[in-house]
Each structure stands twice: as C-alpha cells, then as structure tokens.
Nanobody
Framework: QVQLVETGGGLVQAGDSPRLSCAASGLTFSTYVMGWFRQTPGNEREFVAAISPSGVNKYYADSGKGRFTISRDIAKNTVNLQMNSLKPEDTAVYYC??????????????????WGQGTQVTVSS
C-alpha cells in the first residue's frame, strides 16, 4: 500500500524559509515522479513543483520559481520542498503527490496517482 506522509508545516513568519518533507513507502521510489501541490479553501489544488525519478530534472510553477526548491533523497525515499522568503499568499495546505513513470512536467491533479494527507503552512505577516 502506497503511503505519502508530509511533515514540516506550521505557523511561520513572512520571510521565513521552512522545509517540507514527504516520506514515501509502498512504492519503488526511483520510478516515480514526485510533485508538490497546494490548496487554499474554496480553490482548486494547484501545482507547485515536480521532480523526475532521478532527481535531475525539476519543474516549478511561476509562483515558486526562484523561491522554492524541490529535491529528493532516493536512499531515504523522501522528497523535500525548501521554501524561501515566504509570503502570506503562500498560506495553504501543501500536498505531496506521486505518479509512476510520469513526466516531471505534469502539473494537473488528475495526472498523479497517489497523494499525501497534506500539511498546513500558515504565513503570518
């Protein structure tokens, strides 16, 4: 059974640089594209970043480009999202997602096979 568990959320100040982590189990991690999405109340879940199975290729939404960095540790089956210079508009529930042998350019929710339960990030001004 595939499980994705996000950690690292919470209440932070504007300008802070927290890191989210997602621990994956029940899958062959090195064959999955991993992604991060976020969602605010009343809005659709939106793409944040994705990383190829090897970790070489990465793709970012414009909202996080230059501020967010996605990485993966294949030995630990984890994918991370380093977020720098956070703004109040980054407040959202952040979700980890996985797709088997997908493309790191996948940005749509329905392109991903598995999802974590989400972790809340609240940025105060």
């Amino acid at each position: 059974q595939v499980q994705l568990v996000e950690t690292g959320g919470g209440l932070v100040q504007a300008g802070d640089s927290p890191r989210l982590s997602c621990a994956a189990s029940g899958l062959t991690f090195s064959t999955y594209v991993m992604g991060w999405f976020r969602q605010t109340p009343g809005n659709e879940r939106e793409f944040v970043a994705a990383i190829s199975p090897s970790g070489v290729n990465k793709y970012y939404a414009d909202s996080g480009k230059g501020r967010f960095t996605i990485s993966r540790d294949i030995a630990k089956n984890t994918v991370n999202l380093q977020m720098n210079s956070l703004k109040p508009e980054d407040t959202a529930v952040y979700y980890c997602a996985a797709v088997y042998r997908g493309s790191f350019h996948y940005t749509e929710v329905n392109e991903y096979d598995y999802w974590g339960q989400g972790t809340q990030v609240t940025v105060s001004s």
